[in-house]
């Protein structure tokens, strides 16, 4: 059996101080409170029970006392059988926290049937900084952030935790496409505190691997250069400072994209069947994918079923797919859910209120590179607006806001009402668009739906301010303008409402100062 180097050392070192443990307790055994004079061994058929008298810990600074005689396992009042299990089993519970460099335990005295122990320990240094050599200052914060993930100011430094701080700094520059990166961790200990150490993290990131080949084979309906350009990410070394690098999520997806493509071209059984990786000798990363593509799909017969509010002739021309289409699974799911110009299925139904409406595509059979699919319709009741509320305008009234929406009480639910209505609050410019959120919760016992608009507001007012120095005594020239373009007339002799203005009723106030000079001012 193999065992690793350091895990060796420590279960050596466990098996001695075990060792140790048990020849103490027999030297102790061994004396009585009435001999002094004679040393006995305890052999383990004389084994015989003692009560716990007491449990001292030393050693142990940062460590708490009470916890550490509790995970050992041994009580106060408590039998304990010498020499017996217990002993070990302390230990080496003790040992499993992974908080000492060393530890024993031994029988500071017995008086008749009562035994007193003496738990020593040796603590494990702690963390008080640590610091990068080798890596820019730009990289520092970024760093951090993989670091912080392992290490503890004030934590205890193992072997483990230095291995995972490490790794995460190696594979932050693998990202980046260093790829034969090395970290080293120089130890140092902290002179200014007590049992303290700092930690040196050694950044060899070594040159940046190129890719300088990408190639394909297995592929007969797609040629190889428009293959490598659904690979956004990994691409290959053609010009000085183009950029070329291997990041492992980046490849995986653009793998996933190559699929995808090959799905959208009818070629749904293609498949990734192996990829290999090598260097050559200038260092350079050479990258072949083994694809199977598989026989193109069209598409032949389309039924639907359970539609009763629109015909089928309606439904195939939003579907706009036709018998002999080239099988395209990703055009399919635009077309039935949701497409960037409306022109979907469910934007039918939706936009007139049939807020539950679902549609499911089935194949019912493949003949040959020809597949049947039956469309499956469930259409539910109309579903009417109930409650429109506004969350996270702190600024702007609220007003303000439900005069540029579509979508009112008791009216029929309608998708692109509520797309027009989002489209109108960013076109405010009072709300920053990527935290913009709409909730639709649903009430189906009564057939209503809430819309819940979630905004929040940014700054939309404009400085602007230029100035200069003009010769021939004209002296100081420029122009001050101010905009404030959320602001609020009514409120203006309102105290309260001066935040430092009165602001939210979507107002413009300009305020503009020119001047030339001593010849023209506005």
């Not at 990068?132 to 970024?142: E, L, T, V």
Request: proline share 3%; aromatic share 10%.
């Amino acid at each position: 059996m193999n065992i690793p180097a350091f895990e060796g050392m420590h279960l050596l070192k466990h098996i001695a101080l075990t060792a140790t443990c048990l020849l103490c307790l027999a030297w102790a055994h061994g004396q009585d409170t009435t001999a002094t004079d004679s040393i006995a061994v305890m052999e383990y058929g004389d084994a015989k029970d003692y009560e716990i008298g007491g449990i001292k810990v030393t050693g142990a600074e940062f460590s708490d006392d009470k916890s550490i005689i509790s995970i050992s396992g041994l009580r106060v009042g408590d039998k304990v059988r010498l020499p017996g299990p217990a002993i070990p089993k302390a230990i080496k519970s003790l040992w499993k926290l992974r908080l000492f460099t060393d530890v024993q335990l031994s029988i500071e005295k017995i008086i008749g049937d009562v035994v007193f122990f003496e738990i020593r320990v040796e603590e494990r240094p702690r963390l008080s900084k640590y610091s990068y050599k080798g890596a820019k200052k730009s990289r520092h914060d970024d760093l951090n952030d993989e670091v912080n993930k392992y290490l503890l100011k004030g934590g205890i430094v193992t072997e483990n935790v230095k291995a995972n701080a490490s790794n995460a700094i190696r594979e932050y520059y693998v990202e980046k496409g260093y790829l034969d990166a090395e970290v080293k961790v120089n130890e140092f200990a902290d002179e200014s505190r007590t049992n303290a150490v700092r930690l040196q993290f050694e950044v060899d990131k070594k040159k940046k691997v190129k890719i300088k080949e990408i190639a394909f084979t297995g592929n007969t309906a797609v040629k190889d250069k428009k293959l490598r350009k659904q690979m956004k990410g990994t691409r290959l070394k053609r010009r000085l400072f183009a950029a070329s690098k291997l990041i492992r999520d980046d490849y995986e997806a653009d793998k996933e994209a190559i699929i995808a493509y090959y799905n959208t071209l009818g070629y749904r059984d293609a498949r990734i069947l192996r990829d290999s990786m090598w260097r050559d000798r200038r260092g350079l990363l050479h990258i072949r994918i083994d694809l199977f593509e598989g026989n193109q799909y069209h598409f032949r017969e389309i039924e639907w079923k359970g539609n009763s509010i629109y015909s089928d002739e309606t439904l195939q021309q939003v579907l706009g797919i036709e018998a002999g289409d080239v099988y395209n699974q990703e055009l399919l799911e635009t077309r039935l859910r949701f497409s960037q110009d409306g022109r979907d299925v469910s934007s039918l139904y939706l936009d007139n209120g049939y807020l539950f409406f679902q549609v499911n595509p089935v194949e019912v059979a493949v003949v040959g590179d020809s597949i049947d699919l039956e469309m499956r319709i469930f259409e539910g009741p109309q579903a009417t607006i109930d409650k429109v509320e506004i969350a996270g305008n702190d600024r702007t009234h609220e007003h303000v806001i439900r005069r540029e929406l579509r979508t009112l009480p008791g009216e029929k639910f309608s998708r692109s009402d509520i797309i027009r209505s989002q489209r109108q609050l960013m076109a405010l410019n009072y709300f920053n668009p990527e935290t913009m959120n709409i909730n639709t919760p649903v009430n189906p016992q009564r057939g209503t739906v809430d819309i819940e608009y979630q905004v929040e507001e940014k700054p939309s007012d404009q400085l602007e301010l230029s100035a200069g120095w003009g010769g021939g005594g004209r002296g100081v020239i420029g122009t001050l303008g101010v905009s404030f373009n959320n602001f609020s007339l009514r409120n203006i002799f309102n105290g309260k409402a001066w935040k430092p203005l009165p602001m939210g009723d979507g107002q413009r106030l300009s305020l503009r100062a020119q001047t030339n000079g001593r010849f023209f001012k506005s």
